[in-house]
């Protein structure tokens, strides 16, 4: 358990760090310590819109290491942002992490329309979030749920790169359901990355 005085001092280092490098070294000590502290987390996510891609890179690996009691700060963090930025690297954490409460926010982005390439991006890494999800699940209403999204996303005309993601995510769960969606996919494919994926998950 982190006494006030240690949770001040690691807020702190992350607050006055001055360099990329002394930033990730701050970033490195809290992920060390298992703190529960949300201010302690938000002080993380923040840097999640830091200049340098390392440390952005860092405050991922740090909230994925963390774990569970990221994924509430994460969710809201998401919620209260316009930065697409700070969303995306929101969302690959969200989805290293994989747990059932980020559910309806991975969903969500995997419907969004993309107006970018960054957009897209964000799309695939959320299919595959969802795909960790079910996977690791007991929970027939979340795979159920989680299959319907993927089903739709594996269809889906304009973006190559999410029916790809969506293809390992439906192998990775491997239900009768994930296979005869990706059958069905298979006969419509017109990408031959894409269906060499398909190909190879029902292998």
Known sequence: MNTYSDIEQLISKINHASTPEEVITAITEISSSDTQELAVINSVIKVLSHH???VRAAAVESLVKLKNPTVQPLISA????QDQGLQAHIIQALAQIGSPDALDLLAEVVGTTVANHCQGNVRRIAARGLGKIASNSQDAEVIRFVQ?????????????????AAAVSLQEIATPEAKTALKNAIAGEADLVVRSRMTLALA
């Open 52 to 54: 340098h891609p390392a």
């Open 78 to 81: 998401y919620e209260a942002s």
């Open 148 to 164: 319907e999204k993927l089903i739709w996303a594996v269809l889906s005309p304009e973006d190559w790169g999410l029916r790809y």
